[in-house]
């Protein structure tokens, strides 16, 4: 079977739904903020719903399905994608731009001593200091140098590029959420058979603790594919094909591999729904990883995929200047890294 297309041709956005339940038994562990926990609410008819999964978080398991991380590379279907890769003062692997936090604008890519990259995007996106920044020239730079940031977006958040101002939204984005749930409240004891009424605050003791998982008969994960987006940067059809496949790639990937959440949230896909638009099929994933090679080849010669090496040893040299009056040092540099 062929990946089929046409029926996306003329379509602003892919919409998936899909249906999770409990790999085991009826109980699940979301998602849990600082401060707050889990992510309770009321839905518009009032009924209880939870956040299962962010849109970060989902991100990141959508990318996490796409690394070989024993083999430092793409998997197999995947490979010949651009992507920079990060090696420490020995030589070995330390981090890439498709897992680490802030993608190609990590610190360990754009702020140690090697500047290949942050070179890179300086010189060639050097037009765009002053006036509009041109969303099709910066997706190009991106296509060759980090594929997975048209998918994921990126913000390039340094002042000395572009004054901070080159961004593309997320073109691929999901969540989990969790409807008409119920709190499974449960709880345990850290024990200490040595010295059960020993002082909690250093570890000793005996140490009850609660322990709230929930229970739903809806738990759905949805997917949205910002079609219109990734036609605005004008690239040839057998690029945006690409673009697309990988985005499906990512989804069909991570609802068969990538849906052990947590040591008590392991669920399973048990149906995939196109929402929108009608007439499209999603295709498996056997036939998403048959074609991504020849896509790949396909569109080598407008994209210029490349593998691109860095080496981070530590953090740049920093100018230091005295505050009269005051005995510590200030940083000329502001950390202007981009939040996740």
């Known amino acids: 079977m062929s990946l089929e297309l046409s029926a996306l041709a003329q379509a602003p956005r892919l919409l998936l739904r899909a249906t999770l339940k409990p790999l085991q038994g009826t109980r699940f562990q979301p998602t849990g903020f600082p401060e707050i926990g889990a992510a309770q609410y009321e839905g518009p008819d009032g009924e209880p719903t939870l956040l299962v999964e962010s849109a970060q978080s989902m991100a990141n398991r959508m990318e996490a399905v796409c690394w070989d991380r024993v083999n430092d590379d793409w998997v197999e279907p995947l490979k010949g994608l651009s992507v920079v890769k990060v090696k420490d003062k020995a030589g070995e692997p330390l981090t890439n731009s498709v897992l680490e936090a802030h993608r190609v604008n990590s610190p360990y890519i754009l702020e140690g001593t090697d500047k290949t990259v942050f070179n890179k995007l300086k010189s060639e996106l050097a037009d765009m200091e002053e006036g509009l920044v041109d969303l099709r020239k910066l997706a190009r730079v ?170 981070y040893t530590g953090e740049k040299s920093r100018r230091k200047r005295k505050v009269k009056g005051d005995q510590d040092s200030v940083d000329d540099d502001a950390n202007d890294d981009d939040g996740e």
């Open 142 to 311: 991106l296509l060759s140098l980090d594929v997975n940031a048209l998918l994921h977006g990126v913000f390039l958040a340094k002042k000395e590029l572009a004054g901070g101002r080159l961004r593309l939204p997320r073109a691929l984005s999901g969540f989990i959420e969790a409807t008409g749930v119920r709190v499974a409240a449960s709880g345990g004891v850290k024990n200490d058979s040595v010295n059960p009424s020993g002082d909690t605050s250093r570890g000793f003791g005996n140490v009850p603790f609660s322990r709230d998982e929930f229970v739903s008969a809806d738990i759905a994960a949805y997917f949205n594919l910002d079609l219109a987006q990734l036609r605005g940067y004008g690239f040839k059809q057998s690029v945006f094909d690409l673009l697309v496949a990988l985005a499906l790639y990512k989804i069909r990937a991570f609802l068969e591999t990538g849906l052990r959440l947590r040591t008590a949230c392991d669920l399973e896909c048990a149906a995939l729904a196109v929402q929108r638009p009608s007439g499209f099929q999603m295709p498996a994933l056997d036939v998403l990883e048959q074609s991504l090679p020849d896509l790949i080849e396909a569109a080598k010669d407008e994209a210029k995929f490349q593998t691109t090496l860095v080496s």
